[in-house]
C-alpha cells in the first residue's frame, strides 16, 4: 500500500519561509508534486517534479518556490520562501505512477 507522508507546515510570518517534506513508500513515482487547496477554494496545482527533474510551478509562486526530489529516498521537498498570506493553505503531496496517490496533508499558515 503505497503511503505519502508530509512534514515541515506550521505557522510563519509573511516574508518567512519553510521547507515541506514528502516521504513516499514503494517504488519510485515518474511525477511528484504539491498541491495546495485554501479555504473555500479548490484544490491548485503548487509545483511538479519528474523524475528526471523537469519542473512545473504555477505563476503564483514562481521565483518563490523550489521543487526538489531524492529518488534514492522517493522524498518530494518544496523549498517555500518569501511567503504571503494568501499562500495559507493545506499543501498536499501529489504522486504518480500507474495511479495517482495523494498525502493527508500539511498546514502551511502565514500571518501578515
Known amino acids: 500500500q503505497v503511503q505519502l507522508v508530509e512534514s515541515g507546515g506550521g505557522l510563519v510570518q509573511a516574508g518567512g519561509s519553510l521547507r515541506l517534506s514528502c516521504a513516499a513508500s514503494?517504488?519510485?513515482?515518474?511525477?511528484m508534486g504539491w498541491y495546495r487547496q485554501a479555504p473555500g477554494k479548490q484544490r491548485e496545482l503548487v509545483a511538479t517534479?519528474?523524475?528526471?527533474?523537469?519542473?512545473t510551478y504555477a505563476d503564483s509562486v514562481k521565483g518563490r518556490f523550489t521543487i526538489s526530489r531524492d529518488n534514492a529516498n522517493n522524498t518530494v521537498y518544496l523549498q517555500m520562501n518569501s511567503l504571503k498570506p494568501e499562500d495559507t493553505a493545506v499543501y498536499y503531496c501529489?504522486?504518480?505512477?500507474?495511479?495517482?496517490?495523494w498525502g493527508k496533508g500539511t498546514l502551511v499558515t502565514v500571518s501578515s
Open positions: 501529489n504522486a504518480q505512477r500507474v495511479y495517482t496517490y
Open positions: 514503494g517504488s519510485i513515482f515518474s511525477i
Open positions: 517534479i519528474t523524475r528526471g527533474g523537469s519542473t
